[in-house]
């Protein structure tokens, strides 16, 4: 029983996420998120970057960047051109969401 129950507990993922920065486009349009998610021992930590619309996202979908490493600067240029600075491998990037273009150094 004790084995099954140790099993059982540590196939359970529970993921903690922590918002570092937000920062709002100059329209007010889309916010941009920098958030941490660790998900355990075993994974450590990945550092996000979401653009979302909805005034409370669900740090789900709209990620435009994901990296192993924890040092990321994000600058609205524009309302649809947003900067990141970034210290870390890279797990996603996309250059697009919606109409807004990404630009990365």
């Known amino acids: 029983v004790l084995l099954f129950f140790l099993l059982g507990f540590s196939s359970c993922s529970v993921c903690e ?3 570092i920065e937000t920062t709002i486009s100059p329209d007010n349009k889309y ?9 355990g021992a075993t994974t450590g930590f990945n550092r996000h970057v979401l653009i979302s619309s909805e005034k409370e996202p669900k ?16 600058f ?18 996309t250059d697009y969401i919606n109409e807004i273009k990404i630009e990365y150094d």
């Open 17 to 19: 996420t922590n918002i």
């Open 31 to 39: 916010k941009a998120i920098v958030f941490e998610r660790a998900c």
């Open 59 to 74: 740090l789900k979908k709209g990620n435009v960047l994901i990296i192993n490493g924890n040092e990321v600067e994000v």
């Open 76 to 93: 609205w240029i524009t309302s649809d051109v947003i900067r990141i600075k970034y210290l870390g491998k890279e797990v996603f990037k």
